[in-house]
C-alpha cells in the first residue's frame, strides 16, 4: 500500500508520517502472541534493563520468527518505505523495543543514522524506519519524542560517549559486547543539553501519541528519544530498518553482529496484504472493513 503525494511531502518537511490504526486488531493480536514468547527465550539477541531482569529490547527476531519475517514483508511498511528511500529496499535492521510497565527505561535524544555511519560504515541516509506499534502508546507510557524537521540538520557529529558503570547487559552474555552501548541507557551518540534547546527553539518538539497497531516512518536523522515509563501501563514496538540495495555499508574493522546488522542484501519482495492475518486464519469482517477505510489508493 502506498503513500499518497500528501503523505509523502508531510514526511519530507517533517522527517516522519504517523498512520494511525495501519494494521488491524487481529494482526496486533497475533504479533503480541509471538512477542511473549520471545521475551523469556534466552539469547544474546536480548538486551536487558539496568535491573538485569525487564526486558528493554529483542533483535533481529525475524530471522527464525515466521509472523515477524511476514512483518517485514507486509506490503503495508515495504512499498511505502521504498518510495520514501526511492529504490528497492533490504532489511538492515530488526528490533523489538519494550517498554515495560513500571520499570522500562529512557532512551537519550539521539539521531540513529549517526551509528550506522560510524559503527556500520552506511555510505548515505538513504534509509528510513518503520515503528509498529503493539500497544496504545500515550501520555502515560513514555511516549516517543521527536523534534520534526530536525532531520534538515542532516548528521549531528558528536563525540563518543564512554560510559562508565554501565550495567544494561546482553542476556547470556559472557563478555563485554561494545555494541550494547547503542542500546543502552547511556547511548553511544546522544545529543547534549544545549543542542536539544537549540533545535526545539528552531523546530518545536512533539510526541506520538496514537493506538496499537499503528505505524510511523520515521527518517534516519531525525532527532527522537522517550522518558522512562512510570505507569502501570507498558508499551511494545517493533522497528524495522530498511536500507536501499544502492546503500550498502562499506566494511569496516570491527562488525556488529548480524542480528544487529543485516548482511542479506537481497531486495525484499512483499507479500500479499493478508500475510499476518494467514498466519492466524482470517480476519475478522469488521477488521476488514477498517481497512478498507484506512488506506487510500496513492495519487
Not at 23 to 37: C, D, H, N, Q, Y
Not at 166 to 182: D, M
Not at 204 to 209: A, C, D, E, L, M
Request: charged fraction near 20%.
Amino acid at each position: 500500500m502506498y503513500l499518497t503525494t500528501e503523505q509523502l511531502i508531510i514526511y519530507k518537511n517533517q522527517g516522519f508520517i504517523l498512520l494511525p490504526e495501519y494494521f488491524s486488531r487481529a494482526e496486533v493480536g497475533i504479533m503480541k502472541a509471538e512477542l511473549s514468547t520471545l521475551s523469556v527465550e534466552d539469547s544474546p539477541k536480548k538486551i536487558l534493563e539496568k535491573d538485569g531482569k525487564t526486558v528493554r529490547s529483542l533483535h533481529g527476531s525475524h530471522a527464525n520468527n515466521d509472523v515477524f519475517n511476514s512483518l517485514t514483508r507486509h506490503p503495508f511498511i515495504v512499498e511505502p518505505a521504498m518510495q520514501i528511500v526511492g529504490s528497492q529496499v533490504y532489511i538492515y535492521q530488526f528490533k523489538i523495543n519494550l517498554k515495560a510497565a513500571f520499570s522500562g527505561d529512557l532512551w537519550k535524544w539521539h539521531q540513529d543514522y549517526i551509528y550506522w555511519r560510524k559503527e556500520d560504515g552506511m555510505p548515505r541516509p538513504q534509509v528510513v524506519n518503520a515503528m509498529c506499534l503493539l500497544d496504545d502508546m500515550n501520555e502515560f507510557n513514555g511516549p516517543l519524542f521527536i523534534i520534526p524537521g530536525s532531520h534538515k540538520e542532516e548528521m549531528i557529529d558528536v563525540l563518543e560517549h564512554n560510559p562508565i558503570g554501565e550495567t544494561t547487559t546482553s542476556h547470556n552474555s559472557g563478555e563485554s559486547s561494545t555494541w550494547i552501548s547503542s542500546f543502552s541507557v547511556n547511548l553511544k551518540y546522544s545529543l547534549n543539553q544545549k543542542t536539544i534547546t537549540s533545535l526545539v527553539s528552531k523546530y518545536g518538539i512533539t510526541s506520538v501519541k496514537a493506538a496499537a497497531g499503528s505505524v510511523l516512518f520515521f527518517d534516519s536523522n531525525i532527532v527522537h528519544a522517550s522518558t522512562n515509563n512510570i505507569s502501570p501501563f507498558g508499551r511494545s514496538t517493533v522497528i524495522i530498518t530498511y536500507n536501499s540495495i544502492e546503500n550498502i555499508p562499506l566494511a569496516v574493522i570491527n562488525p556488529r553482529p548480524d542480528f544487529l546488522v543485516g548482511q542479506n542484501y537481497q531486495a525484499v519482495t512483499p507479500l500479499g496484504s493478508d500475510a499476518l492475518s494467514q498466519k492466524n486464519g482470517e480476519l475478522h469482517t469488521q477488521d476488514k472493513l477498517d481497512r478498507r477505510n484506512l488506506h487510500p489508493l496513492p495519487h
